[in-house]
């Protein structure tokens, strides 16, 4: 097969979809490999090191024009959609929940797009998880650094000091972000709250970090209360590829501290507060009703270096196995696979995609 890694072109956007030695990998099992010049840069990977794997580095337009199966690490930007062809398959971190023109491009060209964000295996998201990992860790390190007061924020030190409080953080969510966000803010000394809809991760976030943060679930009343007392707040919600819940309306931000920080690590399927829009690594924050927002919507850019060697630890078997089999020959062979399967000949194939989109849901095979 020949497959394809192009450069990511979305603002500060350094990771790539593959490394060198995953392209020795598929290189060895006899498949092409084409790298876009330039595609490994902003990780630290030379276009040298990608020709001594064994691949091809070329420029955009053969690699698009080439390619059977796109390996990215972003969702496609409109000015590729042109460049992506009839029948191709990608397999990237999609998020067409709040996409419609990418759904659509990728329906009218009957590409077969696999979704890392909708992989589940064994009640996790393993291709999800690395990302959701290093986001989650970062969160509280950006939200921190606009709470000084020349930035606009409260001006409450996150760590605190002896006599005086340390800043209130709020973590929505108990999943791979929450947690790993929990996680930082209790090793600042933050004062932690995490809330969750499900108890079983409230324990288990409870168990792993011994008691040092506070334990909630979710309801109108206990969100309104906590929101009103937070310094920080980030949003770790997730519907596998559906869109992110909406749990914080205006009114709701209008009852926060002025200067309070909203980190919004759910924005790249919609955004869970009423105000959040996708920012970018350079103009990362803008304030509504007096609410710092941190809505980058690839927040993991900023660490491409751990981000593309962790990403590429848990999607090359997939990417082997697609080479390897064939595109349907693959989903055919694995669930898990064929789970993450978000549009397939013009349709679409993930239900709750569909019910986004508003569509019907169309089976595979």
């Not at 491409?304 to 349907?328: C, F």
């Not at 000949?345 to 089976?363: Q, S």
């Amino acid at each position: 097969m020949i497959v394809g890694v192009p450069r990511e072109i979305k603002t500060h956007e350094y990771r790539v979809g593959m490394t060198p030695a995953g392209v020795a990998e598929l290189a060895r099992g006899g498949h092409t490999v084409l790298v876009e010049t330039g595609a490994g840069e902003g990780s630290g990977f030379s276009d040298g090191e990608y020709r001594r794997a064994g691949a091809e580095v070329c420029g955009r337009d053969e690699l698009f024009g080439g390619a059977e199966l796109l390996v990215k690490v972003k969702e496609p930007l409109p000015v590729e959609y042109e460049l992506m062809r009839q029948g191709q398959a990608l397999f990237t971190y999609l998020h067409l929940a709040p996409n419609r023109p990418l759904t659509e491009l990728l329906l009218g060209k009957g590409v077969t797009g696999i979704g890392y964000e909708t992989l589940e295996k064994g009640g996790t998201l393993p291709l999800l998880a690395p990302m959701s990992e290093v986001a989650g860790r970062m969160a509280p390190l950006v939200g921190a650094y606009h709470l000084q007061r020349v930035l606009g924020g409260t001006g409450v030190l996150p760590t605190g000091v002896p006599g005086v409080p340390a800043a209130r953080a709020l973590i929505l969510g108990a999943g791979v972000v929450g947690s790993g966000a929990a996680r930082v803010c209790a090793g600042l000394g933050m004062e932690t709250v995490v809330m969750n809809r499900g108890i079983d991760r409230l324990q288990r976030l409870d168990e792993l970090l011994a008691g040092r943060v506070r334990t909630v679930i979710m309801n109108r009343e206990t969100l309104a209360e906590e929101l009103a007392r937070a310094d920080l707040v980030v949003g770790a919600v997730l519907v596998p590829g559906g869109r992110t819940p909406l749990l914080i309306d205006r009114p709701a931000l209008g009852t926060m501290k002025r200067g309070a920080v909203l980190v919004d690590v759910s924005i790249d399927q919609g955004g869970c507060a009423e105000t959040s829009r996708p920012t970018t690594h350079d103009d990362p924050v803008y304030t509504a009703e007096g609410v710092i927002h941190y809505t980058v919507a690839n927040m993991p850019g900023a660490y491409p270096r751990t981000s593309t060697l962790a990403l590429t630890n848990a999607t090359l078997s997939y990417v082997r196995l697609l080479a390897d089999r064939g595109i349907e020959g693959a989903l055919r062979a694995d669930p898990a696979l064929a789970g993450a399967l978000n549009t397939w000949r013009g349709g679409i194939t993930h239900p709750v995609l569909a019910e986004a989109m508003g569509e019907p849901c169309r089976r595979f095979p």
